[in-house]
C-alpha cells in the first residue's frame, strides 16, 4: 500500500498533557502553554517512509517568570526511512 495522509491538531493541547510523557524533573523545568502540531506522512510498501512534524507551542508562561524567555516558540522535525522496502 503507497499514499500520504497529514493529520493537524487545531484545538489547542495544554503543553501539561505532553509532560505527562517525560520525567517529572523535566516537566517542572518547561512553561505552561499550548500547543498546535502538523504531521504529513507517505507510506511505502505499507511502511512509513517520510514524516513531517512541525509545532508552535504559544502562550508560554516559565516557571523561573524571565522576561528574555520567548512567549512562542516553533520546531520541525524531517524524517526520511534509510531502508527502501520493496
Excluded: C, H
Amino acid at each position: 500500500m503507497d499514499g500520504n495522509g497529514a493529520v493537524s491538531i487545531l484545538s489547542p493541547l495544554p503543553l501539561q498533557d505532553i509532560y505527562q510523557l517525560m520525567p517529572a524533573t523535566w516537566g517542572q523545568k518547561m512553561p505552561d502553554g499550548e500547543m498546535l502540531a502538523d504531521l504529513v506522512f507517505e507510506l511505502q510498501n505499507g511502511r512509513l517512509s517520510k514524516a513531517r512534524i512541525t509545532s508552535n507551542a504559544q502562550q508560554l508562561s516559565w516557571p523561573e517568570n524571565d522576561e528574555l524567555l520567548p512567549k512562542s516558540i516553533g520546531a520541525g522535525l524531517n524524517w526520511v526511512a534509510l531502508a527502501t522496502y520493496v
